[in-house]
């Protein structure tokens, strides 16, 4: 199929949006737990069926050597303004203390790149679709070492 001029002017229109735009990876690890380094941090509002959301994510490196899982980049999160419960969670748990301030979101997140975690994948199945999350349960404080 030949790309038509039609196709080409609704190209030229975004090609600066998508020269800038971001790389979504949306690959989980299978249902487990694992360490990993915090790599990367996101954040945006988008619109879901007319309602604006804020929204904040994590990008994590596993930390298994020896597997075929080591250095396999991730999401954590998204974690999303219509869902604060995981929102919380994750916050409180990089903060070292509960924490009931929504603002602190993007100091908190932001200042967990380069930070080592566990944390636990887990895929559940409801009347709406399948869902994987990914929670954070610790800061690790010793740094497992590779070779």
Known sequence: MSMTSE?????????????????????????GEYTAVVVGYS??????GGNKYAWWALNGRLLCPGTELDEREFTIGPFRSTGLGF??????VLA????ND???????????VGKVINVRV????????????????AVVEDVPKTE
């Open 43 to 48: 954040d945006g509002i988008s619109t879901r």
């Open 7 to 31: 196709m080409e002017g609704i190209l030229a229109a975004v090609s600066d949006e998508f020269a800038n735009a971001e790389v979504f990876n949306d690959w989980r690890p299978p249902d």
């Open 96 to 99: 070292g203390e509960k924490v």
């Open 102 to 112: 929504v603002t602190q979101a993007e100091p908190i997140l932001s200042a967990a």
């Open 87 to 92: 929102l919380k969670a994750a916050m409180s």
């Open 122 to 137: 887990r895929t559940t199945e409801n009347d709406r679709g399948t869902f994987t999350n990914t929670n954070i349960l």
